[in-house]
């Protein structure tokens, strides 16, 4: 069996790492800064840690349908979706991933747009 890029990474404590350097760009950026605004971050970023390992291959899950619950309220728009997308993607790049496991976890998480972005789906 190929190691899983969550034991490539660093497991638990590579994807946090990842995680929170993620959530760093995340709240410099004018468009999706006022999401967060009351948010528990330290609780945002233990469940996202949870959500990012799984996405890596390691042990965790979340349904498609606990990420529709938690942004239905949020009123996300496709724009403010298209620039955490862009955040994630360089934030992977600056942390040395691999460009082929870069395409492979962008377009794991393409895949949950329906669920999270405001009316898609
Ligand atoms: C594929 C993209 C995304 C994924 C996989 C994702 C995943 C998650 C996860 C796992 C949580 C924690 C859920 C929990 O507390 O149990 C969360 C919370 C949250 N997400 Fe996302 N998210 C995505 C995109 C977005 C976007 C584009 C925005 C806003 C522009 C956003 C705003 C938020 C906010 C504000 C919370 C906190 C909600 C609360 O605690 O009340 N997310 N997200």
């Known amino acids: 069996m190929p190691r899983s890029m969550f034991e490539r990474y660093g497991g638990f404590l590579g994807v946090s790492r990842i995680v929170s350097a993620f ?3 995340v709240l410099d950026s004018d468009l999706l800064a006022p999401y967060f605004e009351t948010v528990d971050m330290r609780r945002l970023i233990d469940h996202q840690t949870k959500f990012m390992v799984q996405l890596f291959g ?3 899950t979340y349904s498609n ?3 529709r619950q938690v942004h239905a309220h949020l009123a996300i728009t496709p724009e403010a979706y298209g620039e ?5 993607r360089a934030t992977l790049e600056e942390a ?4 082929a496991d870069v395409a492979q976890l962008v377009a794991d998480l393409a895949a949950r747009r329906p669920h999270i972005v405001a009316g898609a789906a």
């Open 84 to 88: 955490m997308m862009a955040l994630f």
């Open 23 to 25: 959530y760093d760009r």
């Open 58 to 60: 390691g042990p965790a």
């Open 65 to 67: 349908e606990q990420l």
């Open 96 to 99: 040395a991933i691999d460009p």
